[in-house]
């Protein structure tokens, strides 16, 4: 039986939940056939990448997925690429905040995203959740587990597709946020499972538009 992992971070920056974890919890065992490995990875920098590599050494999966979370984006944002630098915000959950940092010395500028981000974005649209391309997964622990994950299948495994998406917050997270906006847990779980489905289906990603106005 194939494989697809699919991972979700603990919470971090003051909040209680992560609707990454949340959501990455609800999913079933198994679509279409193949099961669906699930796993929390900590916010933490370097950590975030060790977790996953030993995740990936064990199970060696077909597809790997990252979600995190994007508090004020409003749809679900499948990223397009990694680029290899790590410039945070704020500290990790280790109290660790690189600023300007290379992730992985040999590694090359970027990785684009070996999923069908299209084909991902177009299936949730036409399962009703609202779902977008992003072309920044930001520079926090995010976009670096997504580097670590492509630049892990270029060194180990080329078959290995690899990518990551973004959530909103779960409206229990913008109580005190009231200008932000969130998706139910059951509405991203229906979108994760939407796109897993298209990773599952899907070889090679449509041609259409999904770039964003700058």
Known sequence: M???????????????????TESVKQLPDEILGVQILKREIPTVFDRSIEVLYGILKEEQPDVVICVGQAGGRPNIT????????????????????????????????????????KAMVRDMKEAGVPAAVSNTAGTF?????????????????????????????LPMQTV????????????????????IKTAIQVEEDVKETGGAVC
């Open 78 to 117: 499948v990223e397009r690429i990694a680029i290899n630098q790590d410039d945070a915000r704020i500290p990790d959950n280790d109290g660790k905040q690189p600023i300007d940092r290379t992730i992985f010395e040999e590694g090359p500028a970027a990785y684009f995203s070996t999923l069908p981000i």
């Open 141 to 169: 622990v995010c976009n670096h587990i997504m580097y670590g994950a492509l630049h892990y299948a270029a060194l180990h495994q080329p078959n290995l597709k690899a990518g990551f998406v973004h959530i909103p917050y």
């Open 176 to 195: 005190d946020k009231p200008t932000m906006p969130s998706m139910s847990r059951d509405e991203i779980v229906k979108g994760l499972t939407t796109l």
């Open 2 to 20: 194939k494989k697809i992992l699919i991972t979700g971070f603990d919470p971090f920056g003051g909040e209680a939940i992560n609707p990454a």
